[in-house]
């Protein structure tokens, strides 16, 4: 009997050793709530991964519309839910992009937003995605489809209907181009500014690929003709979305057109800011001998329509589109199911606009 006891004794005393000797690691929960009492599991952190690939950093509009994504993905986080958003440079070039939204899949990102170099070419890149299984939210570049009659047709895009993950993001460009033309056909002369009963303009082009471009195009000049004023195009030129580009077209087109033009118009503010600078330098001013239109509502912009130096411009609403993107992606990241399409609308940007 005295053996057993003296055996049961060591064995406790033992186990006591052993547990004197493991190593206790406090849990972050129990460190930081030394009551066990009401102590929890620590909570587990989740990181989702996030590709985004923008179709070229050298874009004003396109710069203000990553830095919102990238920021609004921040505010959305918690404490057990984290986005390690990386972001590429498409540098305008198809074949780059591809080999990031490649890179994309190998490192297993578990989703990506792609804001596609050739709308074109989209359905090349929604393919990797869907046969890798990875969710994508396509913006800013809207891929049409086509219908029957080969008419461009949006909200059909096979790629993006076809596929429960696969979503387009933007703004009807439509919108934006008869907001434009309408500002125009709403000033006392109704554009005419010479004189000469008709509007004779000039027309620089983002990127003749882009639906924006297409759509702002057209719709500017139909918001007129719908409204029976006479036009003229006298030049129509491709300025690529960029400032220097739009400068020079508006450059050479004043040289040789001068006073018979009444209205630029410019598919975006960053050529306009440079068709701005051409006027001024061919001592012509806005509001008195010509009129000046763009579209995104740069804050510079804003701020000439404002004090006259602009005529108008329209609000590409980078905010609420990053916004949606980013919400739309945290959808699908959580697993639930999604629209194929979303809009955000532009809105008109004259002199009575108040923000
Ligand atoms: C348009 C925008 C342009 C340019 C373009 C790029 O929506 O107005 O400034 O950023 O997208 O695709």
């Given at each position: ?32 709530n030394?009551?066990p ?22 874009d004003?509009?396109m ?33 780059e ?5 490649n ?14 170099v ?31 009659d ?5 909200e ?61 195009t ?37 040289n ?5 033009i009444d ?11 440079g068709?701005a ?75 009575n606009?108040v923000?």
């Amino acid at each position: 009997m005295k053996k057993k006891i003296a055996f049961a004794l060591s064995l406790v005393m033992l186990t006591g050793l052993f547990a004197g000797c493991a190593p206790k690691e406090p849990t972050p929960t129990q460190a930081a709530n030394p009551d066990p009492a009401v102590s929890e599991p620590a909570a587990e952190v989740k990181t989702y991964n996030i590709g985004v690939s923008i179709y070229q950093f050298n874009d004003n509009f396109m710069t203000l519309y990553r830095n919102e994504l990238e920021s609004y993905f921040k505010s959305k986080e918690t404490d057990t839910v984290k986005y390690n958003v990386v972001t590429q440079d498409g540098k305008n070039d198809m074949a780059e992009q591809t080999n990031q939204i490649n890179n994309f899949i190998t490192q297993g990102m578990d989703l990506i937003i792609c804001n596609p170099v050739q709308t074109s070419s989209a359905d090349t890149l929604i393919d990797l995605a869907v046969d890798a299984g990875i969710p994508m939210v396509l913006i800013n570049r809207e891929p049409l489809g086509v219908d029957a009659d080969g008419n461009t047709v949006d909200e059909s895009y096979p790629g993006i209907v076809d596929n429960a993950e696969v979503c387009y993001v933007g703004a009807d460009a439509r919108q934006s181009g008869t907001y434009q033309g309408e500002i125009v056909r709403d000033l006392a002369d109704k554009g005419d500014i010479n004189g000469d009963g008709k509007v004779s303009y000039v027309m620089i082009i983002g990127d003749p690929e882009n639906p924006d471009a297409q759509y702002r195009t057209e719709f500017s000049i139909k918001a007129l003709t719908d409204a029976g004023i006479e036009v003229e195009e006298l030049v129509s030129n491709i300025g690529n979305w960029d400032t220097a580009q739009g400068q020079q077209i508006a450059q050479n087109a004043l040289n040789q057109f001068g006073d018979k033009i009444d209205v630029i118009f410019c598919n975006n503010d960053g050529m306009a800011l440079g068709a701005a600078t051409a006027i001024e330098q061919a001592g012509r001013k806005v509001g008195e001998d010509i009129y000046l239109l763009g579209v995104d509502a740069l804050e510079e912009c804003q701020k000439m329509v404002k004090d006259g130096t602009m005529t108008g411009t329209v609000l590409n609403d980078h905010i609420g589109q990053s916004h949606k993107a980013v919400d739309v992606g945290i959808e699908l990241l959580e697993g639930k199911s999604i629209e194929n399409y979303y809009w955000v609308d532009y809105v008109k940007v004259d002199a009575n606009y108040v923000k």
